[in-house]
Structure formats: structure tokens, C-alpha cells
């Protein structure tokens, strides 16, 4: 039976091209290269709270099972103490939830791999609490593709993921992630 | 683009009238008027091509410089409304929009199915003086071989009178001009008004066709099958970057890691579709029929030659549940940027439920009326408590459940 882990984004539109793949390779960084990954799509999440919502009231009774479970919400809505009541609650039914909320925003880490393109430092861009609308957006409008699936969000994330070690090293959130969950594989 | 249509007496169509948006999704029972919808816009595509009525109706078969043009379902004698109140003449009313130009326009027609022959047409265009041509009462008799429109030349006086063959619409034949009797840029704007109409794409692939080699080497428009499916691939990925856009959809729909696609070339340089997955070369009689019909609809979004309209019936077919969002992304992401108008219809809850709130103005439900049979279409937004109770019941309940149409 292979891994099985159930990717929950707060939006699965756009940022499942971004979490999918990411979550893909950890695993296999990680020893899990047929790891199961699997984003739910009903109900749709229209947000961080709709999200919350379904991981404790709906998501149990139809993936309870699932060897883990990972949120990845982004960081202005999802606190660390939010987030570790949210994994602690769950834990009473069972289940394996890890939080890791992007710095700022799940965008970010698209475009670590991308840094050199973008003007500024990338410890000042991240501070940017309109990331996706300020940095994301103008950067996708002119290096993705439109016409290509999640506007070039895919392309991005995939070559972002050349250079995974790289990626961890300027989002410390996902190292602490890929710890974590490595402890639990063991 | 096609900004509303108005149907009367059209097979189902006994009277419908929509406001259509860039994506427009038509849902409904069987036999419930969405596929008479996407006849009547063919209807509009022969117009567009100066065809005969007869020849719209019951089809036309190839000449030296056309194509087959398949008839419409039932032809002549079914195209008129049957119910409680039988009629013999269909009319059109279309308002649209030049996209390069933004000037607006309006063209009615109505004409006789079974004798084949025009009852009234008017052409209105924006700037162009309004009115360019249309029918005065007392000009034309039902017994007369020609048919006479008056035109607004924009000259002072009374508007003059032209005469047209009768068993065809007016638009293609004013459209070819005659400098001596109307200008050539009254001549021009119906002809792009007469092009936008005939410029439709009904995409409808089979996994047979898909599967082919492709007669033509390279192509910039696929056929309704899928007719040169591969030609156009081959197209569509000699340019790197569209052949990037066009492989990310493909790289959503595979379980296993896409790296690429090409076609393989057959002993004479004819091409045939392939995938390579791990560097296995995967080609298109060993794909499954739903990749190679998304594949196929993927690609229609990326022809070098895209059409004003492409329609699409029962999208869905063939493509598994879980991947229904990626084809709402697909359709969403090419109308918003793309100037082709999209028209498709389904049964599936699944896909209706990946549709937006703004994207119900432009989804239709159809159904018959319950007493007179004819078919009634209305976009969600305007079925009664639908705004209110979609916030509170997932829309894919309300459809499968058969709320909607309880409540239309």
C-alpha cells in the first residue's frame, strides 16, 4: 500500500499547481517517490476558514484513514497557534495533520526558484503583505504563459523544483515541514 | 462575438432569447433544447456562408471550392416549430460586435423552411449610418422570384430598392459588392458581419479519428472529428512556447509525469499524435480515449486559426470526474483571453459545480415546457431562489436532484 497524503490548500484552483507538485517532491526527497498525493475537491475551499472548517467537520469521515494529512495555508491568515490547536484537535480523532504556512503567501514559493528575476531583495519582498497581487501577479503577467494551466503557475513550481535544496533554503517554513515529516516517516 | 440571439419557431425554439458572455454552458435533460440551441447558431453559420436555405437545411455536398456542409438535424421539414401552434417560418434576431473594430450590430432574419425561401432580413451596424439595408411591408409579395430590400445608402431621399435572389439570405449577396448600386464599405462590413457568422467551430472529436495518422502534414484548424488532429499538433509544437502552454493542461491530466509531446511521422511524413511519459513514447493508438479527447480539446484552444465560436456538446464525455476542473480551467482561461466565444453543454454536476458564481449569468439551464413542448432557456441567475439557495446547497445537488428543473 503506498503513502497516502491528503494535500489541503485553501484554494485548490491555483494552488494546487503550485502545492501538488511541491508536496510530490519532498516526499521523494524524503524516501516516498510513489507517495500517494491526493487534493480533495469536494467541497471546494473558498478560503482559510472554509478550509478549517472542512479538515475538522468533513474531511474526516471520507480520509481519516490517509497515512497524513498537510495543510498549507497561507501565513497571513494561518498563526502558528492557530494552527497547532487545529493539529491538535484533529489529533483527537486520529489523524496525522501537519500546518505549514507560507511566508507570506503560497506564491512565494513559486518564485523562490525565480529570484533572480525579480528586482529587490527577496527578505524585503517577502515582507510585502500584498505579495500575490504585488510581486506574484506582475511576475506570472510577464514570465508565465496565460494560455498555459494555472496561468504558468506549473512551469514556475516546476522549475522552482530543480533546485529543491534551494527552494528550503530561502523558505525556512518548509524546511521545519520536511523535518517534520520525516520524523514521522522515520 | 455574439452578444444575444433570439430564436423564434426554430424546432424547440418555439421563442428564446439569451444574453450570451466569452464562456457559456448549457445544461438540461435530454431532448430538453440545448443541442436545437447549438443548431440554430449552425443555422447562422450557413447564413454566414451564403448558402441556400435548402441548402442550410437539408446540406450541401462538396463543390470546387467548399466543403461537405452537413444539413441540420431532421433538415427542412423538422426545422420548424411542431407544437400546439405550427409555423413555417423561422426567425433570427443576432446582436453581436466586431472585435477589432468594437462596432455593434444587429441582423434579423426570417425566412420559410419548407418553400426555402426569404420573408424579411434587415442588417443594422453601428456608425455605418445604422440601418444598411431591410425590408419595407409592400415590397415583396410570397409569389415573387426576387426579393427586394431597400438601401440606406446614407444619401439624402428615399432609401433604394435592390433586389436578391430569393433563396438565400441577403447578407452573403450584398456582402460580394456591386460598386454600382451600393458602396464598397457597406459591401465590406457585411462581409466581416457574414464571416464572423459562418466562422464557427463544432469541435467533436472521436477517438477513432484521433488515433490516425493525419492526411495533411501540418494544419491550423483541426476538423469537427478531429480530421488532422495530429497535423494540428504538429503545428502547435514547433513553436516552443505554445507547444509549453499547450503540454502543462496535458501534464494536469496524467497520472504519471508527461515530458513531452510530438507526433511520430508515418513513411511518407504523415503524423500521428504521441505522448512521451518517462521517456516512453506513448503513441495515440495506445492512449486511453479520454486523454486523446482532451488532448484533442485542449489543442482546438491553441489552433493557430482559431474560430469567433467553437461549440462543444457533452464535454465531459470520456474525461474522468476528478479531472472535470482542469476543463473548466481550460475553458475559463481561453475565453477570458482568447477573442474565441465558447459555447458547450453537459450533463455533469461535477462540471457545474467547478463554475463560479459571475460564471451562472452565463450558464443556461434548458428544459420543455410542460403544457406547449417547447424549450425554455434561462441562465441560472434568473431561475427564481436559485442566487439564494446556491449559497446554502451545492449546485451539483441542485442539478442532479432535479431542483432546477422544478424550479424553471
Known amino acids: 500500500m503506498s503513502f497516502r497524503v491528503l494535500l489541503i490548500p485553501e484554494d485548490q484552483t491555483q494552488n494546487g499547481y503550485i502545492l501538488k507538485p511541491l508536496v510530490g517532491r519532498m516526499l521523494a526527497e524524503l524516501g516516498k517517490p510513489n507517495a500517494n498525493v491526493h487534493m480533495p475537491t469536494d467541497p471546494r475551499f473558498t478560503g482559510y476558514d472554509h478550509a478549517c472548517r472542512a479538515i475538522v467537520e468533513q474531511l474526516p469521515a471520507r480520509y481519516g484513514h490517509f497515512d497524513l494529512w498537510l495543510f498549507l495555508p497561507d501565513a497571513d491568515r494561518g498563526t502558528d497557534v492557530e494552527l497547532g490547536a487545529l493539529e491538535n484537535k484533529i489529533r483527537g480523532q486520529g489523524i496525522n495533520l501537519f500546518c505549514c504556512a507560507a511566508d507570506p503567501e503560497v506564491e512565494a514559493w513559486a518564485l523562490a526558484g525565480h529570484r533572480d528575476k525579480i528586482p529587490g531583495s527577496w527578505a524585503e519582498l517577502k515582507l510585502n503583505p500584498r505579495f500575490k497581487e504585488e510581486v506574484f501577479t506582475p511576475f506570472l503577467a510577464e514570465h508565465g504563459d496565460l494560455r498555459a494551466a494555472g496561468g504558468g503557475r506549473e512551469r514556475l513550481m516546476r522549475e522552482t523544483l530543480a533546485n529543491y535544496r534551494g527552494l528550503l533554503a530561502v523558505c525556512p517554513e518548509l524546511t521545519k515541514l520536511e523535518q517534520r515529516v520525516q520524523e514521522f516517516i522515520g | ?408
Open chain 2, 1 to 408: 462575438m455574439i452578444e444575444r440571439i433570439s430564436i423564434k419557431r426554430f424546432k424547440s425554439l418555439f421563442n428564446v432569447e439569451i444574453a450570451l458572455g466569452r464562456l457559456n454552458v448549457f445544461i438540461g435533460t435530454n431532448a430538453s433544447g440545448k443541442s436545437n440551441f447549438l443548431d440554430a447558431l449552425r443555422l447562422l453559420q450557413g447564413i454566414g456562408h451564403g448558402f441556400t436555405f435548402h441548402e442550410i437545411l437539408d446540406g450541401k455536398p462538396k463543390g470546387a471550392a467548399t466543403e461537405v456542409w452537413e444539413g441540420i438535424r431532421g433538415g427542412s421539414t423538422k426545422a420548424t416549430f411542431a407544437g400546439p401552434t405550427p409555423a413555417d417560418d423561422i426567425e433570427l434576431i443576432v446582436d453581436g460586435n466586431l472585435d477589432r473594430s468594437g462596432e455593434s450590430w444587429r441582423y434579423f432574419i426570417t425566412f420559410s423552411a419548407s418553400e426555402g425561401r426569404l420573408r424579411d432580413e434587415v442588417l443594422q451596424v453601428s456608425g455605418h449610418g445604422n440601418v444598411i439595408f431591410l425590408t419595407e411591408p409592400g415590397d415583396n409579395t410570397p409569389s415573387d422570384p426576387a426579393f427586394t430590400v431597400r438601401y440606406y445608402s446614407g444619401k439624402p431621399g428615399r432609401p433604394s430598392p435592390l433586389s436578391f435572389e430569393r433563396n438565400r439570405p441577403v447578407l452573403g449577396q450584398f456582402a460580394r459588392g456591386d460598386a454600382a448600386r451600393w458602396s464598397a464599405d457597406h459591401a465590406a462590413i457585411a462581409a466581416k458581419i457574414a464571416r464572423q457568422l459562418a466562422d464557427m467551430q463544432r469541435i467533436d472529436p472521436t477517438p477513432a479519428e484521433l488515433r490516425k495518422y493525419s492526411v495533411a502534414h501540418e494544419s491550423r484548424r483541426m476538423g469537427e472529428r478531429g480530421e488532422n488532429f495530429a497535423a494540428l499538433i504538429k503545428t502547435i509544437t514547433a513553436d516552443p512556447k505554445t507547444k509549453e502552454a499547450y503540454l502543462s493542461w496535458l501534464r494536469e491530466l496524467r497520472p504519471h509525469e508527461v515530458d513531452d509531446v510530438g507526433v511520430l511521422t508515418g513513411a511518407v511524413g504523415e503524423p500521428m499524435f504521441k505522448l512521451t511519459e518517462g521517456k516512453i513514447e506513448q503513441p495515440a493508438p495506445v492512449l486511453s480515449d479520454g486523454t486523446l479527447r482532451f488532448a484533442a480539446i485542449a489543442a482546438a484552444f491553441f489552433q493557430p486559426d482559431m474560430p469567433q465560436l467553437i461549440t462543444i456538446e457533452e464535454i465531459e464525455n470520456g474525461i474522468h470526474a476528478s479531472r472535470l476542473r482542469l476543463l473548466v480551467e481550460l475553458l475559463r482561461s481561453r475565453a477570458a483571453q482568447g477573442n474565441t466565444q465558447i459555447l458547450v453543454t453537459t450533463h455533469s454536476p461535477i462540471l457545474l459545480a467547478w463554475l463560479t458564481a459571475e460564471e451562472h449569468a452565463t450558464t443556461f439551464f434548458c428544459k420543455r415546457h410542460e403544457e406547449h413542448g417547447d424549450s425554455i432557456i434561462k441562465p441560472l441567475t434568473e431561475i427564481e431562489h436559485f442566487k439564494d439557495i446556491v449559497q446554502r446547497q451545492p449546485i451539483a445537488d441542485l442539478f442532479a436532484e432535479g431542483w432546477l428543473e422544478a424550479a424553471l
